[in-house]
């Protein structure tokens, strides 16, 4: 049944086959997918994307900007000399995250609608001596819908799928919502590609470090501006914890609901890692943008979490309780079972998810084994037909799936956003910090099935120069197109039509 | 291989309007198999995500300290400008709210202050979950309880949903529907009905395409409406008052999380809402009677502003019961005050009813549901929680 394997390795674990593909995979399905763990030759192109780093910079030129076009932050000290004694810089950071949080919630009155994406295009043709607020933050919004479109294609593109929907798997465990405020826009697509793509096949563990010390998570659930209680910061201002972070490391980062914490535990953890934050103009001016450790955020102190003291290292001091919250025995089934829900079935076999739990355990999280482990899974091979792929595609999943299929690659960035819009699912706007839903209830619904129809006809209508739909479909599909789908296909009354029917069998909606 | 991609034309403003295809589908072609509410009952829950400042909507002018730990953003008194509109006992309503006001007057609208879902822990997912899932605990079960009642009623399919996916409350075994405002073109009827015969093997995909055939076999093209709060609610109420409609509808209404500059951020959401409102009963005008409409948010804010001008996530919160067929022109349930030591953790409105005995003396008052089922299906253990009584005629 090779065939039928290369139909699993292309559509259940990767993004869904090209045109041709099934033949290239149908020889070894399995060292097919294996390849893809090791060979990193199919890399993202990066060209013109920006670096957290810089997105934070440009964040802090608006923050700039939007300060000169406001009266209402006349008290707030940017003379440098003002700022030269410890107590006045700080003083005016605190200051100065007010208006942060005063402009995020500006960008969440426009959220990401139309009239910003009309916008854009105009703003990148007007040059100005003096870049307005607005100017930047459409740079800003500009360069996010730039992330989405090259990742798009690449994924439309690359032989290594399978890689690629790890990166997803991944990204969507640790999901940040650009509509948090435009230093999250300006930073959410840096983070897949700075802490997420570099250990897909790497230790868990490291993953998590990179996620949870990187600039987009610390501003996305409120850490850079969590202060220890009893910290130098936090008696001179009277700031105080903010536990967003630390509950949602072990809610839904590593233990899991249920694992095992209390919610003193996510009190502990939240001040082991005040201090954690994000350098900005008025206290670290030559660190902008970067991680920083500031010990003066930082609560004093031995934390007790889960039963187990941790010592005042400092910035070490929540990454010891990090490498305890990975190799908690919670946190292997955690991850095993959403592996499994989210690759396999709503309804996953309890063997799946044991064996990739004891793999992550054994392994010290080691990602490499774990999807390893996910390939040799005879759970995920069907042994019979279609009917078998039950995972219902989510909306990213199926526009990908389309573009790949008829390899659409010509679309403008625009074009991209709203395709994803379209449908329900803009990369980084999942509004949970649990990321999308992954269960079919909530996919199945009939505003996002009509909303599919209505996009697959128009797209339909736009191809040409590939063979007619029956055929093209049992090429991407294989022999396990269903004889009512080919039938209905065959008899289409346009070539239009068939393409897009194609696009809505039950073949490319599920995997 | 080439596809003409030049062609792609999907800028919102670019896409022509094709032939109704979804929404044109003939009657005939459409299963036109909701369930109405029970004796033709509507029921609208409107769902206010990120946590609505119940004290800047209702609000206590009588109580001095509500002016003190708000120097910047609190709601005068009525007669002074800007003041609120007075409503009964020392409360008084949000200035934006004029059209609620009114219902308020004729007796079709009620409050219940210091509400929330029994939730204290003040995270918006968690405490949506809650507010949705019925029970004590985010993960307390993975279905809703407008659901869970259409199933003790065997109201099947019997609920609408207006936004792209299905929300918590409207989840589980009783089938519902979805409707979005669409900016592409419709499919043309005869591919809908060749990809219905597609799903012929797939009952969930066909339930879910054949759903969004009914409806616009029900309403026609909702999509000139265009897309909005406002424009949410009258399509909902289009949807329910057409004949064969379901009985009961859900919407959400996002950004009521009001950390920063929240006079202006709250002011522009309000006008928003008393248009939905509005826009909503003029809809259901034929049916307003028989309508019950609760308005319900995830939980109430701080009762001193921030540094911000805004307000923080805190417990206690306000939620409104409207509709022809609701006993209204009262405040219901109890009102705790807010001297210190009355409030809960000494910062927020002490959280004194339970969302669900509202939910509950409406599913039973209005629907019909019995007792049992409430109890234990619809919000399972909540015999500790009465329905609140005569809520609706």
Redesign the interface.
Known sequence: MADLDALTAAHRFGLGAR?GELDTIAPDPVTWLNAQLTDVSSTLDTFGLISSVDGIKLFYDFVAAFRLETSTSTTLATDKKQLKNTVSRYATFFEST?ET??S??ML??SKMD?SM??SIATAASKPKAVKTSQDIQQEIINALFQDISVRTLHATVTPASFRERLVRFWTDHFSVDVNKGLNVVATAGAMEREAIRPHVTGKFFDMVVAVESHQTMLMYLDNWTSFGPNSWAGQQFGLGLNENLA?ETLELHTLG??GGYS?NDIIEYAKAITGWTVGNPQINEDKIGEFVFDPLFHEPGTRTIMGKDYLDTGQNQGLDALQDFVRHPSTAKHIARKLAFHFHSDTPPQSLIDQLSQVFTATDGDLLQVSLALISAPEMWPVSGV?QFLK?RNSEEFILAMFRA??????TT??VF??FN???QVPFTA????GW?DD????????????R???????G??????PLPPDFASDIFGSHL?T??FD?LS???TKA?GY??ML???EL??R | MTTANSKLCLNRRGVLKGAAGIAGISASGANLAFAAGPEGRKLVVIILRGAMDGLNVVVPYYENRYYAKRPNIAILPPGEPGGAIPLIDGFGLHPSLPGLAAMFNKGEALFMHAASAPYNERSHFDGQDVLENGTESPLGTLDGWLNRALVALNLSPGAVGVGQTVPLVLKGEAITTTWAPSTLPEADPETVEETLELYNTDPVLKAALQGAVDIGALVGDLNQLGVGFEQSARAAGKILVAEGGPGAAAISFNGWDTHADQTSVLNANLINLNNALLGLREEMAAQWANTAVIVATEFGRTLAENGTNGTDHGVGGAAFLMGGAVKGGRMVGGWPGLSPVDLFEGRDVFPANDLRSLFKGVLRDHWGVDLSALNNSVFPGSSGVPPKNGLVS
């Open positions: 045109f007010k949080k005063r995020e919630q969440q009155l139309e994406i009309s509950r609901v249920g919610q009917g219902l008829f390899d659409l690659q010509g679309l625009d074009q709203n395709v379209l449908l329900g509004d949970s910090p649990a839903p079919e209830a909530s996919w199945a619904s009939s505003s996002i099935i009509a909303a129809l209505n996009l697959a006809v128009l797209i209508g736009l191809i040409e120069n590939v269903s009512s789908s209905i008899g289409a009354f039509q897009a029917l809505m069998t039950p909606q599920r």
